[in-house]
Nanobody
Framework: QVQLVESGGGLVQPGGSLKLSCAAS????????MGWYRQAPGKQRELVAA???????NYADSVKGRFTASRDNAKNTVYLQMNSLKPEDTAVYYC???????????WGQGTLVTVSS
């Protein structure tokens, strides 16, 4: 089991970019799929990107073409590059396995992304 720590969030104007990072406390190599989730105020947490070990990332339609997820097993880190950000992308972003909590202990604190002018 690993614990995860997300970072890289902040305030950005519409159309801007941010890159999020998620560091694991141990090896992620055995985790079949790593994902980025987000939870907007008053909404349920949703999966926005899932990166399988050695495979291609699947994206939610709402972020397809704008977000790019990647994983570096050597560094035990996953990333989410977010471009062309929109106000509706405002949320707390989390990383976890897909399905969640498979080889992962709970949820991290997340990192807040606010898209606003």
């Amino acid at each position: 089991q690993v614990q995860l720590v997300e970072s890289g969030g902040g305030l950005v104007q519409p159309g801007g970019s941010l890159k999020l990072s998620c560091a694991a406390s141990g090896s992620m190599a055995r985790i079949l799929s790593m994902g980025w989730y987000r939870q907007a105020p008053g909404k349920q947490r949703e999966l926005v990107a899932a990166t399988p070990r050695g495979g291609s990332t699947n994206y939610a339609d709402s972020v397809k073409g704008r977000f790019t997820a990647s994983r570096d097993n050597a560094k035990n880190t996953v990333y989410l590059q977010m471009n062309s950000l929109k106000p509706e992308d405002t949320a707390v972003y989390y990383c976890n396995s897909v399905p969640s909590e498979r080889g992962v202990t709970g949820w991290g604190q997340g990192t807040l992304v606010t898209v606003s002018s």
